[in-house]
């Protein structure tokens, strides 16, 4: 298992609603000490931890989380307000009433309205798979392929499924090459997160990751 590898791949997360300073701060020393591939943390926070890490850790924040249903003027104002503030990630949630009234052409312009928001930071759009058909998600597939957007992403961790192997592997098939996949929500430990990478996804969002290395370390230093 290739840990620095992982680690790499890893948006290490923390998304609590209870989430205080300290313990973004901890992210934050975690991600510079481990090499991860961002902290994913409130938009509240996005400021102060860009003062706090300088230029040793991209940040990434999250939008319209973790419903979705906000309005597109309201996801754009809050991508660019976060750009402004020093975020250089953005995952946001697409509106999923959109998906079942198969609202298509609405959910292309609102991804592209976003992207332009983030002025050519990457972007991250979170389908929640686990609410969605397999039909959906083929479309949605072909959708955010169109849309300008970095990566789809599987998950927000908060509407009771997180990502699936299957998943990871249904978007892998039906996703262009241009779009990457983010493998996110209930991702249980370095098994998991090295699965979800052969399976195609080259982002995991996962807050136990780092916590797995640790205890790795630890274990290590008591022989």
Same mark, same amino acid.
């Given at each position: ?21 300290? *313990? ?21 926070? /996005?400021? *102060? ?10 940040? $990434? ?63 991250? /759009?979170?389908? *929640?798979? $686990? ?9 949605? $597939? ?50 998991? +997160? ?20 640790? +205890? ?8």
């Amino acid at each position: 298992m290739d840990l620095e590898k992982i680690l790499a791949a890893t948006d290490h997360t923390l998304l609590s609603p209870a989430a205080a300073w300290e *313990e973004i701060k901890t992210v934050c020393d975690d991600g510079i000490r481990f090499h991860t591939a961002s902290v994913c943390i409130p938009a509240s926070y /996005v400021k *102060e931890a860009r003062a706090y890490v300088g230029d040793r850790l991209p940040i $990434c924040t999250v939008i319209g989380f973790p419903n979705g249903y906000s309005t597109t003027a309201a996801k754009c104002f809050e991508a660019e307000d976060a750009v402004n503030n020093g975020a250089d990630e953005i995952d946001m949630v697409i509106n999923i009433g959109w998906v079942k009234d198969c609202r298509w052409d609405d959910l292309l312009r609102e991804i592209r309205a976003v992207k332009q928001a983030c002025r050519g930071k990457i972007l991250k /759009v979170i389908i *929640e798979a $686990c609410l969605l058909t397999e039909a959906e998600k083929i479309t949605l $597939c072909s959708i955010v392929s169109q849309s300008g957007a970095d990566f789809i992403k599987t998950s927000t961790g908060f509407a009771g499924g997180g990502a699936t192997r299957e998943d990871v592997a249904l978007l892998a098939a039906h996703t262009a090459p241009h779009v990457k996949i983010k493998a996110a929500g209930g991702i249980s430990g370095l098994e998991d +997160a090295e699965a979800f990478l052969q399976l195609g996804a080259s982002r995991l969002g996962a807050s136990r990751i780092v916590k797995a290395v640790k +205890a790795l370390e630890q274990n290590q230093n008591q022989k």
